[in-house]
């Protein structure tokens, strides 16, 4: 697959359904010089009453796509704790400074002003099944929502790092940064802040995990940093999994030097304390134990699951962890229903689902389009689509100005009930590009903005 190939991908997620909509220009509004065509929701006929939890990539597009293609007859309800999204994807790039967290902010105003859905701003503390209810707090207090079909689109929750007392010492002295925003900035700082000649180090917990090459990523991206910024530190990456993941020849590649940094990376790595006081961290990695590096910087990527109140509601039941609790939601994915017995009217995409696809903004959005298709045909009484096509595709920032990119296509597999990488697409392997290049950087932005319009706008 040629790298402008998978732009292309973006729009895909119709799946036959035929979008009864009108078209309007509509001036920015700041009053600026640019306009654009949105189109505008009208009566198809189709009626129900949804309600969506989280309003990141799955969330958002889901919002606008039920009323675009469903039309006014479709209420649809977004509950948001917070009153814009910021962007996971190209958040590595406010560490080196080429962006600020502010840059990466989405408002909801379009999908509210334009599209007509209904905005809470409120977390929710509990889901009653049986009654259709989601209960939620706001500023003004506690909110009970009914609901004629529910979509969960939370994202994740982030476990504590052993010896770690406290999930606020991810907020003040070793933040993730795994969800963008002030952690983003503090990491910032930190790296600012380091002396030069101490190192940063990076624990990357077992997939799955939230975008895969995200971590490697950051690697690159920092390395390349310090290079310029302070170049007697280096990056020290701590990896549960026993290799690098995804594009496994690029980040190598960089990892030993072919764009003028190196990364000291360590496979296999299991972490058994963390020491925040002293950023100090000790692992066994093999039959070696009680192995430790202390950073200047540390970086620690927890592991992840679904947020609690889906367990609290009974949702949980696929991807157990090693003490064998399960960590993400089962579904169908023609439709993202629930698979817990009963609970069929509630549908759960993005990062708190499991299915073989990545946890990444992309996928989201493409999760988003089939679960939106496949509500509308279930208000009208039809089963959903089986002829699901979806694509994973994303661009990695290698250095300031070049990046690589990485492509795969899944199908749905009728007799496994599973979205499998098409035999099409290299074997059932992803596509990545042959090396780092400034042509792909170019690219990259587009993809972003493209994504993120398709999401948001």
């Known amino acids: 697959m040629k790298r402008r190939e998978f732009l292309n991908l973006l729009a895909l997620g119709g799946f036959g359904l035929v979008a009864s909509s009108s078209w309007v220009r509509a001036s920015d509004d700041e009053g600026g010089v640019l306009s654009a065509l949105y189109p505008v929701p009208t ?137 963008a925003g002030p952690q983003t900035s503090l990491l910032r700082s930190q790296l600012q802040a380091m002396p030069n000649g101490a190192n940063v180090v990076i624990t990357i917990p077992k997939a799955p995990y939230r975008c895969p090459p995200g971590p490697y990523e950051r690697a690159c991206v920092i390395a390349d ?95 157990p962890d090693s003490n064998g609790v399960n960590r993400f939601a089962g579904v169908d994915v023609l439709s993202y229903q629930s698979t817990v017995a009963g609970k069929s009217d509630i549908h759960i995409i993005g990062d708190a689902s499991h299915t073989t696809q990545p946890k990444a903004g992309h996928v989201a959005n493409q999760e988003a389009k089939t679960c939106a298709d496949a509500i509308l045909r279930l208000l009208q009484g039809q089963s959903p689509e089986t002829n699901i096509v979806t694509n994973s595709a994303c661009f990695t920032p290698i250095t300031e100005k070049t990046a690589t990119w990485l492509s795969a296509v899944y199908q749905y597999d009728r007799t496994s009930g599973t979205m499998k990488a098409s035999t099409e697409n290299g074997g059932g392997q992803p596509f990545a ?22 999401s948001f706008a």
């Open 43 to 179: 009566n198809t006929g189709i009626t129900g009453s949804i309600v969506i939890v989280g309003g990141g990539m799955a969330g958002a597009t889901l919002a606008k796509y039920l009323r675009l293609w469903g039309g006014t007859g479709v209420n649809v309800t977004l509950i948001e704790k917070a009153p814009s999204y910021t962007s996971n994807i190209m958040s590595n790039t406010v560490l080196n400074g080429q962006r600020t967290v502010g840059s990466l902010a989405y408002a909801y105003s379009t999908l509210t002003g334009h599209y007509g859905v209904n905005l809470i701003q409120g977390a929710v503390t509990a889901i009653d099944a049986g009654a259709r209810t989601v209960t939620c707090k706001t500023g003004a207090g506690t909110t009970t929502v009914d609901y004629g079909r529910l979509v969960l689109a939370p994202g994740l929750q982030f476990d504590l790092m052993p010896g770690m007392a406290s999930l606020d010492q991810y907020d003040t002295d070793v933040p993730h940064a795994w969800q």
């Open 433 to 454: 590009a042959h090396a780092a290049t400034t042509d792909n950087y170019e690219q990259m932005l587009k993809w972003f903005d493209t994504l993120m319009a398709d």
């Open 225 to 319: 940093w310090l290079k310029a910024n302070k170049p007697s530190s280096k990056v020290v990456v701590l990896d549960a999994n026993a290799d690098i993941l995804v594009e496994k020849d690029n980040f190598a590649a960089a990892y030993a030097g072919l764009h003028g940094y190196k990364v000291d990376y360590r496979s296999g790595c299991t972490v058994t304390n963390v020491a925040v006081a002293s950023k100090t961290v000790t692992y066994s990695q093999g039959l070696n134990t009680d192995l430790a590096v202390t950073a200047g910087v540390l970086n620690p990527i927890p592991p992840q699951r679904a947020p609690q109140f889906l367990m609290d509601a009974g949702l949980l039941n696929s991807s």
